[in-house]
């Protein structure tokens, strides 16, 4: 059994760049970064920071390059792919990127999910998404 999954909660880096493909598919590359915190022997606190680059392809990119931006909070979930390409002095270049499958967005403003389909054509727009202060009446539950 094999298993290559991601899950991770972090700021955008930078506003999502939204390309298309020549076969029409819309690919978005951003990055986010998460934090790690721990105290060292002295009982001081220590941070560091990871930066992962995030890639998604179709509907979600779409939705990614219209709702996100830099310092916006996400979770992101999808598997991690490594490319290599040579460049023009003939020297091998790797990259690790996580190709996004699922994207919730974690900002107070709104919050939505959205998995990307296998083949289906998801819209999400204004209406789709919550109210940002919409707060849970306990006597609106139906059960």
Known sequence: ?????????????????????PSGDSVASFSIATNFTWKNKEGQ???????HNIVA????AEIIGQYLKKGSKIYIEGRLQTRNWED?????????EIIADNMIMLDSKGQSDY?????ETVQIDEQTLPPADDEINV?????
């Open 1 to 21: 059994m094999n298993l290559n999954k991601v899950m991770l909660i972090g700021n955008l880096t930078r506003d999502p760049e939204l390309k298309t493909t």
């Open 45 to 51: 606190k220590q941070e560091k920071a990871e930066f």
């Open 57 to 60: 392809w179709r509907k979600l």
């Open 88 to 96: 023009q002095n003939g020297v091998k270049h790797y990259r690790t």
């Open 115 to 119: 998995s990307a389909p296998s083949n």
């Open 139 to 143: 006597e609106d539950i139906p059960f």
